[in-house]
């Protein structure tokens, strides 16, 4: 999966490159406009953050226990994911990138929302969005043994998303639009409503507030490992994806 994945990541980079030219050369040639200029640091952003993604080979520690650590793998690819979000991040933040896709994009206000433009023109997919989801729900609802969960759990013990929810996430989080929905499906162990998107967005607010770093789905960090690998790739697909419907909506623009 990890060449894979890197092949991925390298191609989306490349259309993003292709993407930064053609808006470039489409510029207006009496002074390039603030909107202009907006899409190109975006587009040009992206690009970089997407080549230390793809080129990030293993982080090294200077003390040796953390070196041979098991957690090692799940710590590497967070980074790269980090790195992919950034990316991420610098195309449907800026309207003026993300409205190549959607005209009414400048007007969402949510992340989640502005993020699920990149995903309905990144083509992939729906039966491998479904497989992806499969696993992603199956591990959340594997269970976890914790010494100590002062909540009402539906489950003895409480599955891996009840965990993550009530014991890892910040107060302020657990009320917001996300935060209902991670709800929802911990206290009726019905996964659908957190389809792909949702659960890549799901990861990046979790490891921003700390949650993976602090539990990595305790007991065998496979478990995580296989989290981790397939919201890369999935999150890979999308930028590739994306990446080529910007490159041909700045062609027609």
Known sequence: MADSLKYIIGHAAKHLGHCAKSAEAKANPSGITPVEYERLIGLGMARDWLGWARDLQSSNYSNKKRSKSDRTHSLNELTRFTFMWTATNALFARSAVIELLDSTAPSKKSE?????????????????????????????ALPMHVKHFPWSSVNKPPTILEVIFFKYT???????????????????????????????????????????LSSSFRGTRKKFNVWIDHINLALARVLDGSAEALLKAIKVS
């Open 170 to 212: 910040v107060a302020n989080e657990q009320s917001r639009g996300l935060g209902k929905k991670l709800l929802q499906a911990a206290t009726t162990n019905n996964y659908e409503a957190l389809d792909l998107p949702t659960l890549i967005y799901a990861t990046r607010n979790w490891n921003i507030h700390g949650v993976l």
């Open 112 to 140: 989640l929302d502005r993020f699920r433009i990149l995903f309905q023109h990144c083509g992939l997919p729906r039966t491998d969005a479904r497989a992806i989801e499969h696993i992603l729900h199956s591990l959340l």
